[in-house]
């Protein structure tokens, strides 16, 4: 007995879900209708106020907003998985970076560890980079060199903003993302690399973006701190993303990652409040 | 194929339209689940967005055989919920805030008495027991199904049932009692 007046309980609820009166149901289960008829009366009253309970217009439409941006970036990350035959150019390029490698001499390379953006030895230094990558031993070892890297652009931000140099952050920026997005092609394999060797894609040497060009110093900080702080946003939600997955060997990398580019673009973030003048 | 069905798999395959229908189709019932279980409208709207960024980058992995997409959006949101509750240390509690801001340009002594019965209702709901309060909340604030409700809880339908009629039954007790 007592089943079945829940079964009709909910029946009579889906019927008022839909639109229809009490007395309808009340009709349809004579027997039940005094039990029914309080229980039924207050769940309109709470159906309504439950109804009142809206989020606000434009609380609605930022995370619209935000969903949009997300959205196209992955479907540029996912253009990107298509048209890359992965792992024919990787072949290619290790073994331009091997020669690369050798040409440029160690002695070049080791001189160029502390190169800025703006330095001449700095190519060298992202060569010396690639070249890693290129020749690391396992994907894991792949994946934490590139957070490595992605912490090393975030380090040389704040050198930058203390020499007001706009236009080498903005490049920083992207190949933070850069970076960060390589351990995300790492955590889900695409289906094409079970054909292949199974290696990262090459990381290129990344040229100043149009946005970078667009962005001349003239503009402002405010504008340049909107930029850095959905950067920073990006960049920390695709490590923790990387953390939620990660086997259990990245995790410690991670986790410091997570710290050491918050408090860069932090620091870089609070050098252009004060006036990108330090 | 559903049409639901239809619009999930495009979503899975990164169509930005029919994540944005989902969007649309579900954002307003999981905001309201997660107001209920938090009380306040800073939090439920982080949590809200937290819930479909989370969803975004998780619906790749979503197989619709294991249950309904419905189900597994409001999985997520009832384990960000908890997470974020258990950080609070309010688990099984439900904090009112002072000021509910409800949306509207309706006449203020309306809103206000509304203001009212939606306190009313969350300290009402709150006195349910959890499994009460997790049941009612999905039905009446996000309008799931029976089925739907069981499958995100993890219940058997029957179970569902017998919890939503003794809680609407104790929510009528409680009712009068105010009275």
């Not at chain 1, 039990?35 to 619209?64: D, G, Y």
């Not at chain 1, 903005?170 to 889900?188: C, F, G, P, R, S």
């Not at chain 2, 950080?87 to 006449?107: A, F, H």
Request: neutral net charge.
């Amino acid at each position: 007995m007592t089943r079945k007046i829940e079964d009709i309980f909910d029946n009579c609820l889906e019927s008022i879900f839909k639109g229809e009166g009490i007395d309808d149901c009340l009709k349809a289960y004579p027997e039940q209708a005094p039990e029914l008829e309080p229980l039924l009366k207050t769940s309109l009253v709470f159906m309504q106020r439950f109804s009142a309970i809206q989020p606000a217009p434009e609380f609605k439409a930022r995370v619209h907003s935000q969903l949009q941006t997300m959205l196209y970036a992955k479907q540029k990350k996912a253009e990107k998985r298509a048209w890359i035959p992965i792992w024919q150019s990787r072949w290619a390029l290790a073994m331009t970076a091997i020669l690369g490698f050798l040409l440029i001499g160690v002695g070049t390379l080791a001189a160029s560890a502390y190169a800025l953006p703006d330095e001449s030895l700095y190519p060298v230094k992202l060569a010396g980079e690639q070249v890693r990558v290129t020749l690391a031993f396992s994907d894991i070892d792949e994946a934490k060199l590139h957070v490595q890297f992605a912490e090393r652009r975030a380090g040389e931000m704040v050198e930058m903003a203390r020499q007001g140099k706009v236009d080498e952050i903005l490049v920083l920026t992207e190949q933070v993302a850069n970076h960060l997005d390589k351990i995300y092609v790492m955590e889900q394999p695409p289906e094409v690399e079970e054909k292949g060797p199974k290696m990262l894609a090459p990381t290129p040497i990344p040229a100043p973006s149009k946005g970078a060009e667009a962005y001349s110093k003239g503009r402002g900080a405010e504008e340049l701190e909107t930029v850095l702080s959905q950067s920073r946003a990006n960049s920390l939600a695709a490590l923790r993303n990387a953390l939620d997955k990660a086997p259990e060997e990245l995790k410690p990398v991670l986790q410091q990652a997570i710290e050491d580019v918050e408090e860069d673009y932090n620091k870089t973030i609070s050098i252009i409040k004060s006036g990108l003048s330090q | 194929m559903s049409i639901e069905k239809d619009v999930v798999s495009r979503a899975i395959k990164g169509n930005g339209g029919a994540f944005a229908q989902l969007y649309e189709e579900h954002f307003d019932r999981i905001y309201r689940y997660v107001y209920l279980k938090v009380g306040n409208q800073t939090e439920a709207e982080d949590l809200t967005q937290e819930v479909f960024v989370k969803a975004l980058e998780a619906i790749g992995s979503y197989k619709w055989r294991n249950s309904p997409f419905v189900a597994w959006l409001f999985r997520i949101a009832h384990n960000r919920v908890i997470d974020y509750l258990r950080k609070q240390g309010r688990v099984g509690k439900v904090v009112l805030e002072d000021d509910i801001t409800l949306v509207g340009g309706l006449d203020p002594a309306f809103m206000a008495e509304r203001q009212l019965e939606i306190e009313e209702l969350i300290s009402n709901v709150k006195k349910l027991s959890p499994a009460q309060r997790e049941v009612i909340s999905l039905r009446f604030g996000s309008g799931l199904s029976v089925a739907e409700v069981a499958k995100a809880l993890g219940k058997n339908p029957a179970t569902v049932k017998a919890l939503q009629y003794n809680g609407i039954a104790a929510l009528r007790r409680l009712m009068l009692g105010d009275r």
